[in-house]
């Protein structure tokens, strides 16, 4: 997701993960090419998750670790 966010292009998965979108329809909205930001990727992790407060969650802890901070800017953070 953040991939897209900076890019505006979904991240290609290989094959072996492909199978993932079967089991989790809102991985493939994860996955869709186009601008994304931080209220949508909220509420698409929290759909992933079953939880949209569990999306904003997973983004602050993600972000706390440091990880990928260009990705947590283009969010909008």
Do not use: F, S, V
Request: charged share 30%; aromatic share 2%.
């Amino acid at each position: 997701m953040l991939h897209r966010a900076k890019t505006g292009r979904a991240y290609q998965l290989d094959a072996r993960r492909q199978e993932l979108l079967d089991k989790c329809p809102a991985l493939a909205e994860i996955l869709q090419n186009g601008p994304i930001d931080r209220a949508e990727a909220e509420t698409l992790i929290g759909k992933a998750a079953d939880r949209e407060y569990l999306g904003a969650r997973a983004l602050q802890a993600h972000r706390a670790q440091g990880l990928d901070p260009a990705g947590h800017e283009a969010l909008g953070d």
